[in-house]
């Protein structure tokens, strides 16, 4: 069975400075990967998403994530964190017959002016 | 525009009291799926459909239905809703061409409260 783990449940980091949200997942094949973003009361955005090939992926609202098979994780990162990315991020990871996605627990951001 | 809708956005119902919502899309999905959302459970699907009269459980279906009769609507149906059902609904599309992964649009959200 597919699983998602986010370590972090709660990050808080100052406006400006980077930012990076740990992901590991277990799937026996080639994962289908994504990072979604939950503004409070909103549905989920898609931020990034992984197929295949490069595995350094860059998204909407300059974030990018890393692929890294060996360590069986998709970290998310951004460079500089802007008040407006303050949200819950979720990590999701699909199957390749395409009718499963299996979420993390999410992991709430907050940024300090 | 393209987009996932659901009805209601808020419900409060009471133990027992059968009721329904509803999804639809306007974008031709093949695939959709319903999800529920607790605190630090993230989200678990529930039912997914991948095509007209085409549906399957997901991780947690025990206390759901599903139906798809037409390829636009997907309405999720609470037999008999108790209180642990109360939580944060969603509902979502993608297109599905042959076991391609693509990806998932999410409705609006639905809060339901079973008293």
């Known amino acids: 069975a597919q699983s998602v783990t986010q370590p972090d449940i709660h990050i808080t980091v100052s406006e400006g400075a980077s930012l990076e949200l740990r992901c590991n997942y277990s799937y026996g094949a080639t994962p289908y990967l994504f990072w979604y973003v939950q503004s409070p009361g909103q549905g989920l955005q898609l931020l990034l998403k992984?197929?295949?090939?490069?595995?350094l992926v860059q998204g909407i609202k300059g974030f990018e994530a890393e692929f890294k098979r060996s360590q069986s994780s998709f970290n998310l990162r951004k460079p500089s964190v802007h008040w407006s990315d303050a949200a819950e991020y979720f990590c999701?990871?699909?199957?390749?017959?395409?009718?499963?996605?299996?979420f993390g627990g999410g992991t709430r951001l907050m940024v300090n002016p | 525009e393209a987009q996932v809708t659901q009805n209601p956005r808020y419900l409060i119902t009471v133990t027992g009291k059968k009721l329904t919502v509803t999804c639809s899309q306007n974008?031709?999905?093949?695939?959709m799926s319903w999800y529920r959302q607790d605190p630090g459970l993230g989200l678990r699907q529930i039912y997914y459909?991948?095509?007209?009269?085409?549906?399957d459980k997901g991780d947690v279906p025990e206390g759901y239905k599903v139906s798809r009769k037409e390829k636009r609507n997907f309405p999720l149906i609470l037999e008999s809703p108790s209180p642990n059902q109360t939580s944060l609904y969603f509902c979502?599309?993608?297109?599905?061409?042959?076991?391609?992964?693509?990806?998932?649009?999410f409705g609006p959200g639905t809060r339901l409260t079973v008293l």
């Open positions: 459909s991948m095509n007209v009269e085409v549906t």
């Open positions: 999701a990871v699909g199957n390749n017959a395409g009718n499963m996605l299996t």
């Open positions: 979502a599309s993608s297109l599905y061409n042959g076991g391609k992964k693509n990806e998932q649009f």
């Open positions: 974008m031709n999905h093949e695939y």
């Open positions: 992984y197929f295949s090939g490069d595995t």
